[in-house]
C-alpha cells in the first residue's frame, strides 16, 4: 500500500470552446507522452462525470518528483478562450469535486490538498 501524503489538484488547459474527454486525455496520455496509462487517478468532465483513471494503489504520472505519494485529480478545463488561467469548473463539476475530495480525505486524513503550482511554479495549474 503507498502511502499517500498529497492530492494534487490539476486541469486540463481546455478552453471552455473545445473539449477533452476522458478517453481523449487518456490517448494524448499514451500516446504522445508515453505513458501506460492516464496519469491521472480521477478525471471530472464538465458534465460532473467522474472518470476513474489509474488506481489509488499505482503510482500516477501527474506531477514530477511527486507521483510516488499522491493521488492527482484533474478537472476538465482550467484556460479561457486566450489560453489564461481561468475557473472554468461547472457546477457540475464542483460539485463532484468536492464530493471525491471529501471521500478521499476520510481516507487518507494526513494528506495535504495542494495545486499542481504549488509544487512546480512554473505550472499555472489547475487554474484557479
Known amino acids: 500500500m503507498r502511502r499517500i501524503t498529497l492530492i494534487i489538484l490539476h486541469c486540463s488547459a481546455t478552453p471552455p470552446s473545445s473539449s477533452l474527454s476522458f478517453e481523449a486525455c487518456r490517448k494524448d496520455h499514451i500516446e504522445h507522452r508515453g505513458f501506460k496509462d492516464i496519469g491521472y487517478h480521477y478525471y471530472i468532465t464538465r458534465d460532473g462525470v467522474l472518470h476513474h483513471g489509474r488506481p489509488e494503489h499505482q503510482v500516477g504520472a501527474h506531477c514530477k518528483n511527486h507521483n510516488r505519494h499522491s493521488i492527482g485529480i484533474c478537472y476538465e478545463g482550467g484556460i479561457d478562450e486566450n489560453g489564461k488561467p481561468a475557473d472554468t469548473r461547472t457546477p457540475e463539476q464542483l460539485a463532484t469535486w468536492y464530493t471525491l475530495l471529501t471521500v478521499l480525505q ?4 494526513k494528506a495535504l490538498i495542494v495545486r499542481h503550482r504549488d509544487l ?6 489547475p487554474g484557479f
Open 120 to 125: 512546480n511554479p512554473q505550472k499555472e495549474c
Open 106 to 109: 476520510h481516507r487518507y486524513p
